[in-house]
C-alpha cells in the first residue's frame, strides 16, 4: 500500500510540501492515518448453551481454527448502501467444537448453519464487541473438516475509504473496496489476519449496465432478470483477506496490451469517459513490471493485471493481485493539466504496488510486526528500479530525501521501532507510517550496501523461492539472506529493526606520524534539542558504515562495522593524511554523522565538488540535525546549505528544509525583514532566473527546481517584483485556465496568496464552487490555505463544511492555515469549534489526522490548548494516543529550538 499523506508535511511548510510532492502519496506510500473506532451495537442475548462457551479471543483467533478455503457472493448495487451477501467458509477443526469465532464488523447475520458431511447443524450467531461474531451450533461440530454458511447485510458506505464503499462521479456510482489491514471483516465474517492465506471465489451479483472486477479473471457471466446479471470470477491462489478485491460500477476499459514473461494482459479501469486521462498509466506499467521481473528473477505470478482509478477523492494506491487500485487523482492526468511530478509519483508509486506482488502477494508476512517485509521492501525495491528505468530522474537523490523524511520522524522519543510488538488493533494501524516505510527502505539500502548487491539479491530470490504461496517471518528473511551472503545478518540488521532512533556517529580524523590515518568512531542516540530521551540508556547499533576521502589528486574509501560505543577505521590505502572525509560513502548507511574539528568545512571546502548529489544531500540531511541538536550554530549550517544547496532539484529542496526548519517563529518580528532578505539572497537570483512560466526545452532539472525556489523567493522571502507577477499571472489565469501550464500554477497561485486581498480570496472561492476537475480544486485548495490574513481565513474554512465540498479535497486549506503564524491561531480555532462536524464529514481513516493538528504550534500556551482539546478525545481512535504523543512532543521540540536558536538566528540574520 502507498498513501498520500499530511505527516511528511511536518518538515516544510504544507503548501511547499504539497508543490514539491505533486500528487505523490507519500508514501511518502504514505503516514497513513488510523481508523476511528465504531460505536459497538448491543449484542442479542445469547441462550444458556451459548453463554457456556462464549470465551472471547483476545488479539488474535484461534489459531487451531483455520480456514482452508472461501466462497463469496454479493449481491451489489452502488447506488444502495445496504449489500446482502453469503459466505461459505471450509473449517479445519482440531476436536469437537462448541464455537466458531470470526472477524466481522457491521454486519446483520441473517440467517446460517454448519455443513457437516451431508446434514445441516443449525447454529446461533450474534456479534460480540466491535468486530467479533460468534458462531455456535446446537451440537458440537468436528473434528475434521466442516463448512460454515453464513447469510447477512452490510453497509456500502459512501465518502468512506475501507471496507466496501461508494463514490459518485458525474452522476454514477462506483462501489470499491479497502480492506488493508483490518477492514475485510466490514464485507463479510472471515478470518480477517495475514496468517491464514487461502483460496477464494468470489460471485457478484450486480445490475447490467454496471462491470465487475476482482483479483482473478471471469469465469463466467450469467444475465438474469429484472436487470441484474451474475458474475463468478476464477478462485484465486491463497491469498489473505487484505488483499481480496473487487470493484462495481460503470468503468471504461482500456487495453494496455500484455506484458512480461508470461505475456499476461494489462488494462486500465477508469471513470466512464475518463480513458485519454490513462495513457501515461498505460504506458509505464508494463515496461515497471518487465523490469521488477529481471530484478526477481522470475515472472509475474498472477494471470492478469487490471489497474483501476477509484473516483473520488481517495489517495494513494494499494497492491492487490490482478486488482491493483489507485485514487484517482494520482493515476489519471488530462493531456492539458498533466504535470511530470504527478507522472514520476504515479511511477515510483507503480513499482511500489507491483513490487508488493512479490513481497507480500506472493509471500505475506505471517502477522503485522513484520509488516516491514511488504513496505519497506516495496519502498526499498521501487526506487531501485524506477533508476534502472529512468536513469535521469537520479533515484540515488530520491532514496536520500526519503531517508531524510523517515530520519525526522524517528528522532522522536515516541517512534515506533520498525518491527514494533503488536499489542492492541490500535498498534497495527499506527505501523502504516514512515518507520515503516520510510526508515525501513533506507535501512534495507544500507545492508545491501554492506553484503554487496548481488548477495543481496541472492538472499531475497532465496527468501521468496522458499516461501511462495505462504507466509513468512523476518526471521524466515534472515535465514534465506544468511545463506546467501555466507554471514549471520541477523544480530546486526536487528539492531535496526526492533529498536527506534538514528545512530549519531561521531567521526574524528587523526593522522599520527609514522602511522596510517585512522578515524576514530563513537557513537549514541541523535537526540534533538528538548528531546526527553536518555542518551546514557540509549542501546547501540551495529552499524555498516563506509566513508570516501581525499587527498590531493587522489581518493579512497573504508569500510568497517561499529559494533560498540566506540571504534576505529583505518583508511589504510590512504597516501598521507587525507584532505577531507566524507562520513557517508553513497549516502548508504542509516545514521548521521559529525565530523570532529574543522572536518565538515574542509570537506565543503575541498571536497564538496568532488561530492555526488547523493553525498552532497545526505552532508545537508546532517547539518539539519546537527543544527537541531544544538551541535552546529546557525552560521556553519546555513554556510553549508550556501555551499552546498545549489544544482540539482533535490540539493535546492533539501537547502529549503534546513532553512525552514529556522521558522519565523523563531525571531522577532523586527528581524521578520532580515529573514525575508538572507531567503531572498540565497534564492532570488535562481528563482528570477527559472520565473514562473516554464519554457519549451528546459531540462528536469530545472522544471523540478522551479517549485521549491520560487517559493522560497517570493512567498518566504517576499520577493515584490515576483509577488507583483504572481499576482498579475494569477488574475490572467482566472479568466484563462490555459494561460498557464498545468505544473506552473501551484507556484503562482501560492505567491499570489501571500499578499491576497479579500477581493483575490473571494475570486478563489468562487472558482472552487465553478471547477470540473479534482486537480483544479486541489490547486484552488492549496492557495486558498496560503493566505496570511485571518479574517480571510475564517471564510476560507467555512468551505469545508459547505455541503457540495468534499472535505478531503479541502484538508490542504486546513494544514496550509496551520503552517502560518498569522493564520494559525484561527485556523485552530475554528477546528476545535467544528471538531465534530469535520470529523463526521471525513472517512474514519483519515480523521485520525486532525490530531495532529497541533504539531504546527511552538509555544507552550498553545500546546496546553491542544492536549486539553484532544486528550479526552485520542482513545476515539485506534493509534490515537501514539498520534497525540507524538504532536505533543513536535510542539516540545519546537519550543526548545526556537529557544536555543533563536538568539543566534536573530545575531546572523542582522548582518542582512
Known sequence: MRFGHLGAFFGLPLPLALLLAGCAASSRESVPAPVVRPAASAPKQPSEEAQRVLTPPGLRLDPRVRPTRQAVTLELDPRQETFRGTVDIELSLPEATRAVWLHGAELTVTGGAFQVGGASVPMEAMPVGEDLLVFVPREPVGPGGVTLHVEYTGRARDKEDSGVFREQEAGRWYAMTQ?????????????????????????????????????TPVRAERAEAEGWKTVRFQPTPPLPTYLVAFAVGPFDVVDAGRAGQRQVPVRMLVPRGRGDEARWAASVTGPLLEELEAWFGSPYPYAKLDVLALPGGMSGAMEHPGLITFGAPLMLGRREQDTQPRQRAFAETQAHELAHQWFGNLVTPDWWDDLWLNESFADWLAIKVVTRWKPEWNGAARRVEARGDAMRADQLVNARCIRQPIATPGDIHSAFDAITYGKGAAVLAMFEAWVGDAAFQRGVRAYLAEHAGGTATTADFFQALSTATGRDVGPTFSTFLDQPGVPLV?????????????LSLSQRRYLPLGSKGEEGAAPTWRVPLCVRYGAGATEGRACTLLEGPTGALELTEAKGCPDWVHPNADARGYYHAVLGGEGLARLARRGGARLSVAERLVLLDDARALLGNGELDVGQALALVSRLGTGDATLVSSAAGVVDSLPADFVSSAMQAHRARFVRGLFGARARAVGFVSKPGESDDVRQSRPTLLWMAATVGADPELRAEARRLTARWLEDRASLAAEDVDAVLLAAAATGDAALHQKLREAVRSASTGSERELLFVALGGFRDATLARAGLELMLAPEVDAREA??????????????PAAFAFLREHFDALRERLPRDLSTWLLTTGGFFCDAN??????????????????????LAQTLERVDLCIARREALGPGLERFLARY
Not at 464485507?187 to 472486477?213: H, Q, Y
Not at 484538508?811 to 494559525?824: A, K, M
Request: glycine share 6%; charged share 25%.
Open 179 to 215: 480492506f488493508q489491514a483490518l477492514y475485510a471483516r466490514r464485507a463479510f465474517p472471515c478470518f480477517d489476519e495475514p496468517t491464514f492465506k487461502i483460496p477464494w471465489e468470489l460471485t457478484l451479483r450486480v445490475r447490467g449496465e454496471d462491470a465487475a472486477f476482482s483479483n
Open 506 to 518: 561521531a567521526m574524528e580524523l587523526q593522522c599520527p606520524r609514522g602511522a596510517a590515518p585512522r
Open 811 to 824: 484538508l490542504p486549506l486546513l494544514f496550509g492555515l496551520l503552517s502560518e503564524t498569522s493564520t494559525r
Open 862 to 883: 498553545h500546546r496546553q490548548q491542544v492536549a486539553d482539546f484532544f486528550g479526552p478525545r485520542a482513545h476515539d481512535f485506534a493509534g490515537g494516543e501514539r498520534a
